[in-house]
């Protein structure tokens, strides 16, 4: 198998209404082979696929597994998931609301020959966008809701100028007390996230040490070192 990237013309979310279940449906499909909102049972003849490919996903929360997982199911590509777990086509076990169970087969191809049903980027119904900077988009409610919708690009180098650009807009528009709908479900990563923070967030917050795992030779080697200097 090649490292060219395929992609079955079916999308996946995941559902986080059990946290401690969380499951996957059909967000978007080219054609009528299955149902929006259809339950995802079985891929490729696995019904525990989520904990088998977890391995092979790198991740920070459980929730960034999940938006992986989802998004890498309907792929196929060797640097992706094991080799093992692909076959030809995709096979799909899926549920319908009645809860009635029915199987589907759909072909890889070049992800550029799709042609999506759904929407493709998000929508924000009842807002219109105030304007676009390489980190964001900022949508505005115009009808008297005291709401914004802020679509979170990604986490780049330009990300200071950019959220100062969004203070200073929310200052001379009288925002500061609006509330703030934040969509980073398509962010890319980056650096300066704890800037971002600092100006959207009037509570503190720490950015270190809640979810960092320190390896298990670190304490060994502070003591290590601290044993030398007493010795100096």
């Known amino acids: 198998m090649d490292t060219t990237l395929t992609h079955a013309p079916i999308r996946f979310m995941p559902d986080f209404t059990d946290l401690d279940n969380v499951t996957f449906f059909v967000s978007d499909i080219e054609g009528d082979q299955a149902e929006l909102s259809d339950r995802v049972i079985a891929v490729n003849g696995s019904s525990s696929f989520a904990p088998d490919l977890e391995p092979y996903i790198r991740y920070s929360t459980l929730n960034k597994l999940w938006w992986e997982l989802a998004k890498m199911l309907p792929q196929k590509s060797e640097t992706l998931l094991p080799a093992h777990f692909y076959r030809d086509t995709l096979e799909l076990k899926l549920e319908r609301a009645n809860g009635e169970r029915y199987k589907v087969t759909l072909p890889y191809r070049d992800p550029d020959d799709l042609r999506w049903r759904g929407p493709g980027e998000p929508r924000y119904s009842g ?40 203070v200073d807009y929310a200052v001379e528009h009288d925002l500061l007390d609006h509330a703030l709908i934040f969509d980073a479900t398509r962010s890319r990563g980056g650096s300066k996230g704890a800037y971002a923070v600092q100006r959207l967030s009037p509570k503190s917050f720490r950015t270190s040490f809640d979810n960092l795992r320190l390896s298990d030779v670190i304490e060994p080697f502070v003591e290590e070192k601290r044993a030398q200097l007493k010795e100096q």
């Open 127 to 166: 807002f219109d966008l105030a304007y676009s900077t390489a980190t964001y988009d900022l949508y505005q409610n115009f009808d008297g809701k005291e709401a914004l919708v802020i679509a979170w690009h990604g986490f780049r180098e330009n990300l200071v100028p950019d959220v100062d650009r969004l």
